[in-house]
Nanobody, 115 residues
Framework: QVQVVESGGGRVQPGGSLIVSCAAS????????IEWFRQAPGKKREWVGG???????DVENAMKGRFTISRVIGNNTVFLKMDNLKPDDTAVYYC?????????WGQGTQVTVSS
């Protein structure tokens, strides 16, 4: 059984930075993509960015320049670094491991940007 767990959320002031991480445990293929999503109160879940099995990353245009995705090579751990955070970035951030017929989601971690 595969478990995906996000961590590192919290409260940060506008303009601050935060790193959230995502780790998968269990039997998981090496050929997978990892994606980040977020969902703000009253809004639909939106794609933030992702990293492929080859290490290529992509971030949603509105977040480029502020959000960076990276991973630990050989380890099922991925990081989302968020800089210059804004109140509109307040949301629950979710991680997703997807590959072949497998699709695993974490429970999410809350990020609150507030003064």
């Amino acid at each position: 059984q595969v478990q995906v767990v996000e961590s590192g959320g919290g409260r940060v002031q506008p303009g601050g930075s935060l790193i959230v991480s995502c780790a998968a445990s269990g039997s998981i293929s090496s050929r997978y993509e990892i994606e980040w999503f977020r969902q703000a109160p009253g809004k639909k879940r939106e794609w933030v960015g992702g990293i492929g099995s080859g290490g290529i990353t992509d971030v949603e245009n509105a977040m480029k320049g502020r959000f960076t995705i990276s991973r630990v090579i050989g380890n099922n751990t991925v990081f989302l670094k968020m800089d210059n955070l804004k109140p509109d970035d307040t949301a629950v951030y979710y991680c997703r491991f997807v590959g072949g017929t497998n699709d695993y989601w974490g429970q999410g971690t809350q990020v609150t940007v507030s003064s």
